[in-house]
């Protein structure tokens, strides 16, 4: 079964900084990888996706993953963050079993930018 | 373009109870998935719904069923309801069981007493 690691679980940043977030995944044959974001009393969002193609894939809000199937590796991004990046980011990779997909997400990493 | 709707938003049940929570999916979806995310964890897969079907499911016990309706909306029953329970209950919609991006709604808490 697929499965998802995100190594941090909190990340204080001073804002304008760069961040990276670190998630690693289990290997599979082919994957579908995706970071989503989820700020206080609301549900999910999508910041990006990699489905196939360009290793390096840009999202929203100026984020962007780089995915390294040698390491196991779709770490996200970003080169300035501001106060309202402060949320809380999870990194997730789809699971097909037959002819379904699920979502498996990691156990969250919380960015927390100061000012 | 409605996004994914969930309702209700907040609901307080007690120990032993049945729930219904209700999904509307994004407009042009017909496959819907429900998650349970407890307080500082990531979302657990319960089960997912396409074609009026549950056609994957989570490790969950029985007391967790569901239904998907014609219009594509979905309901998620949880019965004789426990403290652990406790949750927000997350509902995705994509378009077609397979390959396509999860879009979530803002999740309805639950609070089991």
């Known amino acids: 079964a697929q499965s998802v690691t995100q190594l941090d679980s909190q990340v204080p940043v001073f804002e304008e900084a760069p961040v990276e977030l670190r998630c690693n995944y289990s290997?599979?044959?082919?994957?579908?990888l995706f970071w989503y974001v989820q700020y206080p009393n609301q549900g999910l969002q999508l910041l990006l996706k990699y489905l196939s193609g360009s290793t390096l894939v840009k999202g929203i809000n100026g984020f962007e993953a780089e995915f390294n199937k040698s390491q196991t590796s779709f770490h996200l991004r970003k080169p300035s963050v501001h106060i309202s990046d402060t949320a809380e980011y999870f990194c997730?990779?789809?699971?097909?079993?037959?002819?379904?997909?699920?979502?498996?997400f990691g156990t969250g990493t919380r960015l927390q930018v100061f000012p | 373009d409605a996004g994914v709707t969930q309702s209700p938003t907040h609901l307080i049940k007690t120990r032993g109870q049945q729930v219904t929570l209700r999904c509307s999916p994004k407009?042009?979806?017909?496959?819907v998935s429900w998650y349970q995310q407890a307080l500082g964890q990531g979302p657990q897969f319960i089960f997912q719904y396409y074609e009026e079907e549950e056609r994957q499911r989570g490790n969950f016990p029985d007391r967790f069923s569901g239904h998907q309706f014609p219009n594509y909306s979905s309901e998620l029953n949880v019965n004789a309801l426990w403290l652990g329970d406790s949750a927000l209950y997350l509902c995705a919609s994509s378009l077609g069981a397979v390959g396509y991006e999860q879009y979530f709604g803002p999740g309805t808490r639950l609070t089991v007493t």
């Open positions: 290997s599979s044959v082919s994957v579908y």
């Open positions: 407009s042009g979806h017909d496959t």
């Open positions: 997730a990779v789809s699971d097909r079993r037959g002819n379904t997909d699920k979502l498996i």
